[in-house]
Every structure is written in structure tokens, then in C-alpha cells.
């Protein structure tokens, strides 16, 4: 059957997917289109399953927050490369799958792949994106938040690495919560506090600290106490509040918050492309 330049064009623009696998397409489908468009899909699961073992290292980080501040997203989705990665299409489906996390308050990735949208599971879609794309393509992370305080989203250029930052009440300038969320991005800190940091971690770092010491040649009364100042140095280095604030050393991040006026920091999320999940 010969198929138009017109007929080809029209299924790519509903599909996405490449001219002549669009023209291959419509002829084993005999010209019908939702044949056509099921052949391709087929196409994609095919690919799918092909590249299952595949690295998939790139990708974006991505986040959207509410007006007031109330409810929050973010969702790492990842590819083979940074070309795809920086592709519009890939970012537009990355932003529509970050919308139907935050419309559905969804919270893991195994209930946003059941989601169905427009008579497909997002998990078909991907299937459909990996087709058209020819990459291994996985949504690594999703997340979800509501808060009584107020959220603040940070996204890194290049969109590699985002930050959601939850504050106690609701803030006056939001550049101040910006502020905050790019020292969670810059710094890394493992809690808000140092109440909220594991015990297994303050052990870990006393009983370091404690054999440095007494490799030092201290007693180990000495040791004991010095090791409790080792660890105060340790929480002014990975707690958030006690950290010295990036724009201005000579002040914490508590003090910072609190010369602004500012409420403090409730909690924070913070996604590093590739890390685990």
C-alpha cells in the first residue's frame, strides 16, 4: 500500500517516534493509524526489555511547589545521556510526569508507574518514550510533601541536583528560603539539628574522634573530653542550623534566619542525580 508524506508526518506528530519507523508503520498496518500507533508501541516494549541492562547515569532533577507554599514535588527521571537529557521533549515529558506526582500527591515511584493518564499507565509511556528515543529510560525517585509551614524549591543549573526545604511558618521573603535551600544544595547536611541526627552516627564520630586521640598519646580522660569537642566541630560542619552560612561565614545558618526574621528550618530533601534512591 503506498503511503503519503502527509499520513507519515501526522502519525510522527501524534507519537513522536522516527519518519521512517512511522512510514514502516502505516505500511504493515495497511494505512491504519491505530494499528500504526499500537505497532509502535509494541516497538517500544521490544526496546524496552532490550535495554533493561543498560546504564541509565543521566537525566534531570526536577520540582514544582504551590502558590502558597503548602504541598511540594520533585521526581528524578534518568537516561543514557546528557544529549537526551537536555532534549525538550524528554524535559517536557519530565515535567508532565513531575505534574502527575504532584496533582495525584503521589509518593513512590511504583504508584506513579500505575497511574493512568489519557488510557495509559505512565509505565506505558515511558515504554513509548524509550521507543521513540531509543534510550533506557527510569524514573529513579519521586517525592511528595504537604506542610501547616512552608516549602521552598531549589533546582541546581543543569537541573542535576534539586532541594525542597520546609520551614516552620510561612516566610515573608522568599529569596531567604532560596538562600537556604542552595546552602542544603552547596553543604550537604544530614539534619536540621543535631537532635535530629542518628545516634549511630554521633557514636561513630566519639569513638573516631576518641582513637585519634589516644593514638595522639592523650590519656583517656582527655580523650573522652576532647572527643566531645571534635564532635561539636563535626555538627557545625553537617548540621544544617549550625552550619556557617555560605553568603556570610560569620554568621550560622540559625543566625542568618533569625537576624531576617525568618522562620526556622522544619525539614529538607535533598536529590542528587544518581544517588540511590
Given amino acids: 500500500m503506498s503511503i503519503s508524506a502527509k499520513d507519515v508526518k501526522e502519525l510522527r506528530e501524534q507519537t513522536g517516534a522516527g519518519m521512517m519507523d512511522c512510514k514502516k508503520a502505516l505500511q504493515e ?69 513531575l505534574d502527575i506526582v504532584f496533582e495525584n500527591e ?58 525542597l526545604v520546609e520551614f516552620e511558618g510561612e516566610i515573608s521573603d522568599d529569596s531567604i528560603g532560596k538562600d537556604v535551600a542552595m546552602q542544603v544544595a552547596a553543604m550537604n547536611p544530614i539534619a536540621v539539628t543535631r537532635d535530629d541526627v542518628d545516634s549511630s552516627i554521633v557514636e561513630k564520630e566519639l569513638k573516631i574522634a576518641k582513637e585519634q586521640l589516644l593514638e595522639e598519646g592523650k590519656t583517656e580522660e582527655i580523650a573522652e573530653k576532647a572527643s566531645k569537642g571534635k564532635l561539636r566541630r563535626f555538627y557545625e560542619e553537617r548540621v544544617l542550623l549550625e552550619q556557617k552560612f555560605v553568603k556570610d561565614n560569620s554568621l550560622s545558618v540559625e543566625e542568618y534566619l533569625k537576624q531576617n526574621d525568618t522562620p526556622l528550618v522544619k525539614s529538607f530533601h535533598r536529590i542528587q542525580l544518581g544517588e540511590d534512591s
Fill in 106 to 163: 503521589i509518593n513512590s515511584v511504583d504508584e506513579l508507574l500505575e497511574t493512568e493518564v489519557d488510557g495509559l499507565t505512565v509505565a506505558d509511556q515511558l515504554k513509548d518514550m524509550i521507543g521513540k528515543i531509543g534510550e533506557k529510560i527510569k524514573i529513579n525517585r519521586v517525592l511528595f510533601t504537604n506542610s501547616d509551614g512552608y516549602l521552598i524549591s531549589y533546582i541546581h543549573p543543569g537541573n542535576q541536583l534539586g532541594v
Fill in 29 to 97: 498496518a495497511d494505512g491504519d493509524f491505530d494499528e500504526a500507533t499500537e505497532i509502535l508501541r509494541k516497538k517500544g516494549q521490544k526496546l524496552s526489555e532490550k535495554r533493561a541492562d543498560r546504564e541509565a547515569n543521566q537525566g534531570l532533577v526536577v520540582s514544582r511547589v504551590s502558590d502558597d507554599g503548602s504541598k511540594a514535588a520533585a521526581l528524578e527521571i534518568n537516561c543514557e545521556t546528557d544529549f537526551v537529557a537536555r532534549n525538550d521533549d524528554f524535559q517536557e515529558d519530565a515535567q508532565n510526569f
